[in-house]
């Protein structure tokens, strides 16, 4: 059988804090049925861009039938390589980590240059991987959830056109369900609800046709 892998964060699984989604309802569980491929899911809530690449590197035993689609996630999620995990500022989530260690990181955010640099070289790795795939399957796509303002990146969606899942007429698919509230959960937290996995499953099942 071929397989559908999937590469990302939280917005890849069926994660809600309320239980509010069940796995079959997921996109990518959606799409491998309507595709008829086993799904290999490596996506896990929270992971920095560091982390989606480091699991890529380590479960990339793709075949020339096989889809891979890989979700960029938000870019000041950080990853430390020495404890092998990512540490996310944004929602505090620094368990494990001394005040120094935090404060390290914490500069890296407020120092633009640092963060351009940390990003930029995450952007690289992003595009020698998404050309290293497309020399075994051309069926390799890739989408962002935060928005990015580095000319690297506007030149690897130019460069990889056909492979880059466009956010409708959005600069990125977290402005996207912003502006369509639907897509988001009942309760206030911002991850996708049962129509927003249903119609970006319908979004993508075409799009990868």
């Given at each position: 059988?071929n ?13 809600s ?5 069940e796995?079959?309802?997921?996109w990518?569980?959606?799409l491998s ?7 290999k ?7 920095s861009n ?17 889809i ?15 404890k092998?995990?990512g ?8 368990e494990?980590f ?6 390290f990181?914490?500069?890296k955010?407020?120092?633009a ?10 952007l ?16 390799v796509?890739?989408w962002?959830?935060d ?16 492979n880059?899942?466009k956010?409708?007429?959005?600069v990125?698919?977290i ?23 249903l ?5 993508l099942y075409?799009?990868?046709?």
């Amino acid at each position: 059988m071929n397989n559908l892998y999937v590469f990302g964060d939280s917005f890849s699984t069926n994660f809600s804090t309320i239980n509010e989604i069940e796995l079959q309802d997921s996109w990518p569980t959606l799409l491998s049925n309507k595709l008829g491929y086993e799904l290999k899911s490596f996506a896990s809530a929270g992971i920095s861009n560091y982390g989606i690449l480091n699991t890529i590197y380590n479960n990339s035993n793709f075949d020339k039938n096989d889809i891979v689609i890989i979700g960029i996630t938000f870019y000041d999620r950080l990853y430390d390589f020495w404890k092998n995990i990512g540490i996310d500022l944004r929602n505090n989530d620094t368990e494990g980590f001394t005040q120094n260690e935090i404060n390290f990181y914490q500069e890296k955010i407020i120092n633009a240059n640092g963060m351009m640099q940390y990003t930029q070289t995450a952007l690289l790795q992003y595009n020698f991987i998404i050309d290293s795939i497309k020399n075994i399957t051309p069926n390799v796509y890739f989408w962002n959830m935060d928005k990015c303002g580095l000319p690297l990146f506007n030149e690897m969606v130019k460069n990889n056109q056909k492979n880059y899942i466009k956010p409708f007429n959005e600069v990125c698919w977290i402005d996207y369900c912003n502006s369509n509230p639907k897509w988001w959960q009942t309760n206030d937290d911002r991850h996708f609800g049962k129509t927003g996995h249903l119609e970006f499953f319908q979004y993508l099942y075409p799009y990868i046709q």
